[in-house]
Nanobody, 126 residues
Framework: QVQLVASGGGWVQAGDSLRLSCEVS????????LAWFRQPPGKEREIVAA????????YYADSVKGRFTISRDNAKNMVYLPMNSLKPEDTALYYC???????????????????WGHGTQVTVSS
């Protein structure tokens, strides 16, 4: 059984930084594409960033380009999301997800991902 545990959320002020981490256990971590999604209050879940199984391909939503970076450590079964220059509109519940089929990181919607962790809350005050 594949389990994902996200951590690192918190309450910060605009302009601050946070680093989200997600530990994946079970399954075949090194073969999965990984992604971070977020769900702002009252809105749908949206993709933030994705990374291919090899780490060579990355995708970022336009709203976070240049501020967020997705990376993975296949030796530690971890995926990370350092977030810089945070804005109030980044406030959301952040989820990590894994895809065993779209391994090049082409998944852009929640149904593209097979395994999910519980979210970690990020709140950015102005």
């Amino acid at each position: 059984q594949v389990q994902l545990v996200a951590s690192g959320g918190g309450w910060v002020q605009a302009g601050d930084s946070l680093r989200l981490s997600c530990e994946v256990s079970g399954g075949h971590f090194s073969t999965y594409a990984l992604a971070w999604f977020r769900q702002p209050p009252g809105k749908e879940r949206e993709i933030v960033a994705a990374i291919s199984w090899s780490g060579e391909k990355r995708y970022y939503a336009d709203s976070v380009k240049g501020r967020f970076t997705i990376s993975r450590d296949n030796a530690k079964n971890m995926v990370y999301l350092p977030m810089n220059s945070l804005k109030p509109e980044d406030t959301a519940l952040y989820y990590c997800a894994a895809s065993q089929y779209l391994v090049e990181g082409s998944g852009r919607v929640p149904v593209d991902y097979d395994f999910w962790g519980h979210g970690t809350q990020v709140t950015v005050s102005s």
